[in-house]
């Protein structure tokens, strides 16, 4: 459905504009290296002009990618080469790469035939609505009920349906308890590509008759979307959306909560982990606003509970983001690794070198800290700290800054292989660790 904006209760008359839609024209995106602390200071400076996006972390001898807006791009082009700080510009225009990055949706039409002819209308080879995903979890709910169960776990700010889907075959046997992997798409809404990766591994594990005993040996437990309200909003008002979109109680609500951007929590700091501590912002128009309170957001609650309820048998939490090329293993909030970080690190590297074999992507492999940045609150960590489960991994999708948020359809089978053969890898040697 369309999200509609529900009205506040009792109203409330300088309730801020909510776009129709926003527009990156002329936005540029750049890449920039410092090359020594000075350069870094810099370039951080310019990062707090208004309307500038960093996407990727201002760190030494590393790319940073930012965004900036048609008003300071002149300027802060000038400066960079002024300063003889070298940059590239990616893209002049990312409203155009936002068209181009994605199909156009069929017609009524075409959609109601494929519907008839194949059951759902779900592809992978454009980024879906929240609507078809879910159609599409019906559907295999209907057609596999032997191997597909809808579990609903909640409802998002904005009221829409949270279902994992379970996948799994076979009687348990008795004294045995069957291995289970979680895998979660979309905590950020910008990352689309997480969504699809997830819908395609699930689409195998069903739908593929090969995977049969993947299936019967380990139970599966999938939420494509976990974002559902921010993953609606990136598609039709601001495909740069990172949050949620709940929006503070009015006694909470203050000043600042009249510009644009400040609804919604980032997803990835709300969970109850060093909560509120490095790299989460107590800012709520912040891009990495931690909430109010750790879990204070209903998709965290939802999926955080789930998870406990089912700790003693998920061996593996995987959640799917992007973008960067990163295979993140726990400690987030801290240098410190992990008493187990040997392990965790021994069946990433299987994972990813088996990722390198499909058509040669190369994934990064460490902590956050030692690779992006030291952040808290993730949901990563909680899994691994909180409910014991000792396999926890933040996968950074594809690409490593071509496009970015903004990569195209047409890489939702190529990735979605490489990611699935990593996934299958680490699976295989849970079950012979069972
Ligand atoms: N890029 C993700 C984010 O900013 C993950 C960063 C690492 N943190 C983590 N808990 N894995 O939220
Ligand atoms: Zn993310």
Known sequence: YD?????????????KQIPNRVSYKKYQLIRVVPTDEDEVLDIEAMSEEP?????MPI?????????????????????????EIEFVVVSSDLERSIAKQNPKSPSLNQKSELKATKGHTMTWNRYHRYQDILDYLMYLSEH????????????????????????????????VV???????GGIHAREWIAPAVALYVMRQ?????????????????????????????????DRLWRKSRSVATESARTLWDTSYGCEGVDLNRNWDWHWGGVGASRDPCSDTYAGSRAFSEPETRAVSDFLLDHRDRIQVYLTLHSYSQ??????????????????????????????QRVHGSQYQLGTSPSLLYATSGGSDDWAKGKAGIKYSYTVELPDKGVYGFLLPAEKIVPTSKEIFTGIKSIVKSIMKIN
Do not use: C
């Open 3 to 15: 999200a509609v904006i529900a009205p506040i209760a009792g109203g409330i008359s300088n309730r």
């Open 51 to 55: 309307g500038v996006q960093v996407w």
């Open 59 to 83: 760190r030494l001898n590393k790319t940073a990618d930012l965004v900036l807006p048609p008003s300071v791009a002149r300027d802060v082009k000038r400066f960079l080469s002024q300063r």
């Open 144 to 175: 596999y009920p032997h191997l597909v169960e809808l579990l609903p776990i909640g409802k998002t700010s904005e009221g829409r349906q949270l279902k994992v889907v379970k996948i799994s075959s076979g009687q348990t046997k008795e004294n």
């Open 178 to 184: 069957k291995p289970a992997i979680w895998i979660d």
């Open 205 to 237: 594990l069903v739908e593929n008759k090969s995977y049969r005993k993947l299936v019967s040996e380990v139970d599966w437990y999938i939420l494509p979307v976990v974002n559902a309200d921010g993953y609606e909003y990136s598609h039709t008002t």
């Open 326 to 355: 990163m295979w993140l293993v726990p400690w987030s909030h801290t240098k410190k690794l992990a008493d187990d970080y040997d392990d965790m690190m021994y069946l990433a590297r299987q994972a990813t070198e088996s990722i």
